[in-house]
């Protein structure tokens, strides 16, 4: 992902210091951070550098 702030809503993050993977709510700027929900309903914010994408959720299946 090219652009860290066009992420999708619902994108599936995986903070790196933990591993655990969190749910993208909402992306706020200046500095961008994200807002994420955890499996257990937990809300956190997250910088840039403390995440990676795993799943957008634009990510279609291929069709064969």
């Given at each position: ?61 291929e069709e064969t």
């Amino acid at each position: 992902m090219d652009n860290m702030t066009q992420i999708p809503i619902g994108s599936k993050l995986k903070v790196l210091n933990s591993g655990e993977i969190v749910t993208l709510e909402e992306i706020r700027n200046f500095p961008t951070r994200y807002k994420t929900i955890h499996a257990s309903g937990e809300i956190a914010y997250y910088k840039t550098f403390e995440i990676e994408v795993v799943e957008s959720s634009n990510d279609q299946p291929e069709e064969t």
